[in-house]
């Protein structure tokens, strides 16, 4: 054996296949553990009943022990099970010695006793053993002898045998506790593997869980690949995409590079072409601002030979309702060049009743001739007018100082040449909306010569020697808290009025506001006994500014249209009643105004050292626009009618002494 080489379970396997023959042998035994364990003397007892019957039946001998047949057949029926073991050299002798005893054991028929003295053996008859006959005691007791010899023999082998099974119980009793030892051992073996084996199939439990974890991880894994590899496949195709387009951007680049070398040679030759263009610009540029200057020279010196002071006449048309005068009351002589000149002349004839002739006859019509710059008769339109006294607006843009007044009695249309006439007919629009119109057009032609222009506006008018802003709005609308004629500084020339507001224009739109505005106002400050407006010069003043940055010229000028109060005076003879008293007192300051401005243009004709300005309020806000460089244009106003022809005359005389004077040389205000 080499118990160190073969598994415990295989020794258990050899074991069990060394039980097995002894197992059977020992069933095959006749005789139980304990009747094994007797002496031959037990031995010998328990075989004596056996004999006892054969004794007691004399002639019978049965045996009902299975163990000779066991015997007999054992070599027989163990032939193929039976495992070889140790020779039994006694046991066919004993078999072969037991056999003939065994058959003489079957119940046959009762023999006669031999006689006794006989020793022979009775012959066999059928090859069975006769039975001796009862007398034959000695051959009985010779068989008897025979066969407790043969019994002993046997006993002898049986003890032999039982010795040999006795040793092999002792063997079989050390291998079962050699095998009880090993069994233990196998179960603390098969306990220990059981416990590996429950271990592992926990661990195995563990691993599978595992396994099944890595499993979904490895599937979520794969989802994930999958995505990546549709991700990476989309981001090829994309690549591939942009590797296209780049290589598309990449030649249009190159065309376009192309393009742009070509462009930078034309660039290159339109920048020497630009220059050169700049160049002849810059020279134009020269030569136009040398031309402007020159036309401003030129166009003052046309308004110098023109005069500096200018007197118009406007004759208004008759009115609807109005007596129409007598044919030859007015008359417009045509000029030295015939009908088609300009008229300038007019001759007012004036019947005066007071002087008659001897015979009592009326004394014939006093024609009285007057001579102006112009003359408009009735039909003259307001575009007319204005043509007349465009220069003048240009030379207020060129820098000198431009005054216009409305000359003339209530009624005669003094307010209709400077604002215009009702109802917003642009044809019947006075100076002071085309004057600005014009302005505005002009300097933005300027513009483009490098001229910047502002106008800052005001309109005031002056009541009884006080000064009201017809700007004013709010609270002050209508009111107006008194203003005052101030320098603008200390040292300083431009003079402004208090409270009054200046609002910068820029074009026709805000004019127009502002004239309505005057209007409103106007309207709030009228009475019922005195219509003010007729009353009161209004004074509209536009400020305007240029500058050239280019050449670092600048130019200021006042532009003013006044529209001066109804030159009328009062008849002398009238009762004075309280409203009268009140008439006669504007009438007396509008009389002192105006002839402070007569006294004005002559102080300035005669270039006296002092110009009484500070005499009206009047003369002392528009000082700046009258004498020096200034331009002076008076419109005299004359009704038509007859009724009126005594104003007419006193109107058409204070006119022709202004015609008469001449102020110095005009200045432009260039700084
Ligand atoms: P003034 O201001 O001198 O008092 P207005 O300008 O108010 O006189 O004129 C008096 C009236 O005569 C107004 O109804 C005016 O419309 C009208 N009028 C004045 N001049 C003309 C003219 N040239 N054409 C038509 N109507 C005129
Ligand atoms: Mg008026």
């Known amino acids: 054996m080499e118990p160190q080489q073969r598994s415990p379970l295989l020794e258990v396997k050899g074991n069990i296949e060394l039980k ?78 037991i056999a003939p005893v065994l058959k003489t054991q079957k119940p046959g028929p009762v023999v006669p006793a031999q006689k006794p003295g006989t020793t022979a053996a009775p012959p066999m008859v059928g090859g069975k053993k006769p039975k001796r006959p009862a007398w034959d005691l000695k051959g009985q007791l010779c068989d008897l002898n025979a066969e407790l010899k043969c019994y002993r023999e046997r006993k002898q082998v049986l003890d032999q045998e039982n010795q040999q099974l006795q040793d092999q119980l002792r063997e079989a009793k050390q291998q079962a506790s050699v095998l009880g030892a090993e069994r233990r051992t196998l179960e603390e073996e098969l306990t220990r593997v059981r416990a590996q084996a429950e271990q592992g199939q926990r661990e195995l439990g563990n691993l599978s869980a595992r396994v099944l974890e890595l499993e979904e991880r490895l599937g979520t894994q794969e989802g994930l690949v999958q995505e990546l590899q549709q991700e990476q496949l989309r981001l090829q195709e994309e690549r591939r995409g942009l590797a296209a387009q780049l290589g598309e951007q990449e030649r249009r680049l190159q065309t376009s590079e192309a393009s742009l070398l070509d462009s930078q040679a034309e660039v290159a030759s339109l920048r020497q072409e630009a220059a050169a263009r700049e160049a002849v610009l810059a020279e134009r540029e020269d030569r136009l601002h040398g031309l402007e200057m020159e036309r401003r020279r030129l166009h003052n010196q046309l308004q110098e030979l023109k ?215 106007r309207a709030v400050a009228r009475t019922a006994q005195n219509e003010r407006s007729s009353r009161s010069h209004s004074v509209f003043q536009l400020q305007i500014s240029g500058e050239h940055a280019g050449r670092g010229l600048q130019c200021a000028a006042p532009l003013s249209l006044v529209d001066l109060a109804g030159s009328e005076r009062l008849d002398p003879g009238l009762a004075l009643g309280p409203g009268e008293r009140e008439r006669l007192r504007e009438t007396q300051a509008i009389n002192s105004s105006l002839s402070t401005l007569g006294l004005v243009i002559m102080a300035l004709s005669n270039k006296e050292s002092h110009v009484p300005y500070r005499n009206s309020k009047l003369t002392y806000l528009l000082q700046n626009s009258l004498g020096g460089s200034a331009k002076m244009l008076m419109f005299v106003n004359i009704s038509p009618l007859e009724e009126n022809v005594s104003e007419s005359l006193n109107s058409l005389r204070f006119a022709s002494k202004v015609n008469q004077c001449v102020i110095g040389t005009a200045q432009a205000n260039k700084k």
């Open 20 to 97: 097995r023959p002894l197992a059977k042998a020992a069933s095959r035994l006749p005789l139980s553990g304990r009747r094994l364990k007797r002496g031959p003397d037990q031995m010998e007892e328990a075989l004596e009943p056996e004999k006892k019957r054969t004794r007691g039946l004399g002639t019978r001998v049965t045996t009902t022990h299975p163990r000779a047949a066991a015997l007999n057949s054992a070599p027989q029926t163990q032939g193929q099970t039976a495992v070889p073991r140790a020779p039994r050299k006694s046991a066919p002798r004993c078999s072969m010695a």
């Open 307 to 521: 005069g500096n002071i200018r007197v118009f006449c406007r004759v208004r048309p008759v009115l609807p309702g109005e007596s129409t005068p007598s044919p030859g009351f007015l008359q417009f002589p045509s000029g030295p060049c015939g009908p088609s000149d300009p008229p300038t002349r007019l001759s007012l004839s004036r019947s005066d009743e007071r002087r008659g002739t001897l015979s009592g006859a009326p004394a014939a019509p006093t024609r009285h001739d007057f001579s102006f710059d112009r003359v408009f008769p009735p039909g003259s339109g307001q575009d007319e007018v204005f043509e007349e006294i465009s220069m003048l607006v240009q030379s207020a843009l060129d820098g000198y100082p431009v005054c216009i007044f409305a000359y003339g009695q209530t009624g005669s249309g003094k307010t209709f040449t400077m604002e215009g006439g009702p109802g917003g007919d642009p044809r019947l629009e006075g100076l002071i909306p085309r004057a600005l119109r014009h302005l505005f057009s002009v300097a933005q032609e300027l513009r483009g010569q490098g001229w910047t222009y502002s106008f800052v506006a005001s309109y005031v008018e002056i009541y009884n020697e006080t000064v009201r802003d017809l700007l004013a709005t709010g609270a002050r609308k209508g009111q107006g808290g008194e203003c005052e004629i101030r320098r603008a500084g200390p040292g300083s020339e431009e003079l402004t009025v208090t409270n009054a507001r200046y609002v910068p224009v820029s074009c026709e739109r805000e004019v127009e506001a502002l004239l309505h505005l005057a209007r409103q106002n």
